[in-house]
């Protein structure tokens, strides 16, 4: 890593790429991706799906993904220019401008457009509303608190089109794999904010954590947890899910429960440990035990 970094400083063209790779927040593709291919998994009990779908959903998920963190960049440019936090991102700082960005948004909602293309009837017809919630999110934190759950929205359309993409319909338990992601990314969208309570009272802008504060929003993370716990419960008893899919759910509780053991109201310091390396670990954990379910269900 060390050596790509010393790269990337010495060559301009790899540097502007890691730039856009940071732009996009690249390492936070490992929230999102495995729980759409979880959900291919389990529209698919027992076996593989077709490699070809897998592989338009992977191309739908890149440009969905791109699209929306480089719009989100564009239209919160101005709110994180004033926040210490946040004023080094690549376009506050003037390493990539406002245009080239909103270029590459237009490029990925077409890449989106064009995979989703070649899926089947019911991914086209929920496509307005997926684009409608990747451009809307950036602007909910102006005006309403459940911001956190539009995030989840996005995530959870995500688990949930890689479903419909091998199912081809809408049905009760693709319902139940969506709101778990929803209430999971939720739960910790809230956890991240807490590092900005003050920003966001001093902006005007809304959040949990603004509104109820560390300790309050903390035990409301806690419960869109269990929220996704409870549904990812309900759902292996639906599916009839073998042993693998019942360790998977032991050890994402596990994982949760030690996520919320990391943090406290007055001591952030292992946020980021929190937030993404368990959430990764969450995210890759799941795939791994409905993949080796798939595998070894008799």
């Known amino acids: 890593m060390r050596e790509l970094l010393l790269k990337a400083e010495s060559n301009p063209l790899i540097s502007k790429i890691f730039e856009y790779f940071e732009l996009i927040k690249f390492e936070h593709t490992i929230f999102a991706l495995p729980f759409a291919l979880s959900g291919m998994l389990l529209a698919s009990p027992g076996q593989i799906p077709d490699l070809t779908v897998?592989?338009?959903v992977l191309l739908a998920m890149v440009g969905?993904?791109?699209?929306?963190m480089a719009l989100n960049r564009v239209i919160d440019a101005e709110i994180d220019r004033k926040n210490p936090r946040t004023s080094c991102r690549a376009i506050p700082a003037g390493r990539i401008k406002k245009a080239s960005a909103l270029l590459l948004a237009v490029l990925s909602?077409?890449?989106?457009?064009?995979?989703?293309?070649?899926?089947?009837?019911v991914c086209k017809q929920l496509l307005p509303l997926a684009i409608l919630?990747?451009?809307?999110y950036s602007y909910t934190k102006r005006f309403t608190r459940l911001s956190h759950f539009v995030?989840?929205?996005?995530?959870?359309?995500a688990a949930g089109g890689g479903w419909l993409a091998v199912s081809g319909e809408i049905t009760l338990p693709v319902i139940i794999w969506g709101f778990a992601v929803v209430f999971w990314v939720a739960g910790f969208d809230v956890i991240y904010a807490l590092q900005d309570i003050e920003f966001d009272?001093?902006?005007n802008l809304f959040s949990i954590p603004a509104w109820l504060g560390g300790e309050k929003s903390l035990i409301l993370s806690g419960l869109f947890h269990l929220i996704t716990v409870t549904f990812l419960f309900i759902l292996g008893i639906m599916l009839q899910a073998g042993l693998y899919y019942w360790l998977g759910i032991i050890l994402t509780t596990i994982l949760l429960i030690y996520e919320h053991c990391l943090l406290k109201?007055?001591?952030l310091s292992r946020l980021n440990k929190a937030f993404f390396n368990v959430n990764g670990y969450v995210?890759?954990?799941i795939f791994i035990f409905i993949l080796l379910d798939n595998l070894f269900r008799t």
């Open 64 to 68: 969905g993904r791109t699209a929306a």
């Open 54 to 56: 897998v592989f338009w």
């Open 201 to 203: 009272r001093q902006n």
């Open 151 to 157: 995030l989840g929205g996005a995530l959870g359309a």
């Open 133 to 136: 919630i990747l451009g809307l």
């Open 265 to 267: 109201e007055n001591d």
């Open 283 to 285: 995210s890759i954990g």
């Open 109 to 121: 909602f077409g890449l989106l457009i064009f995979a989703t293309w070649q899926l089947p009837l």
